[in-house]
């Protein structure tokens, strides 16, 4: 089982900054995956970026340019940093980690940008 442990979000004004961390535990070797979605209320989860264990990244076409997706060092931990975030980005994030076909989900934790 792996465990992920989301932390950050909040409340932001238009045109501010947050920064999101997910860490995962438990049984992590094998993950080759890591990133974050989003769920906005009435709307399906969808993807905001990205990570394979070699590096390569990817990103929704709404947040290219705005969001950066890293990882630490241990590759066990993801960073999202959202900048000139607006009112569209306002969504429960959830992280996931995908581990032999199987995907491992957070709790979500909701960032909110309103002014």
């Known amino acids: 089982q792996v465990q992920l442990v989301e932390s950050g979000g909040g409340l932001v004004q238009p045109g501010g900054s947050l920064s999101l961390s997910c860490a995962a535990s438990g049984s992590i070797f094998g993950i080759n995956a890591m990133g974050w979605y989003r769920q906005a209320p009435g709307k399906e989860r969808e993807l905001v970026a990205s990570?394979?264990?070699?590096?390569?990244?990817n990103y929704a076409d709404s947040v290219k340019g705005r969001f950066i997706l890293s990882r630490g060092n241990a590759k066990n931990t993801v960073y999202l940093q959202m900048n000139s975030l607006n009112v569209e980005d306002t969504a429960v994030y959830y992280c996931?980690?995908?581990?032999?076909?199987?995907?491992?989900w957070g709790k979500g934790t909701l960032v909110a940008v309103s002014s």
């Open positions: 996931k980690a995908r581990k032999y076909g199987i995907d491992y």
């Open positions: 990570i394979t264990s070699g590096g390569t990244t």
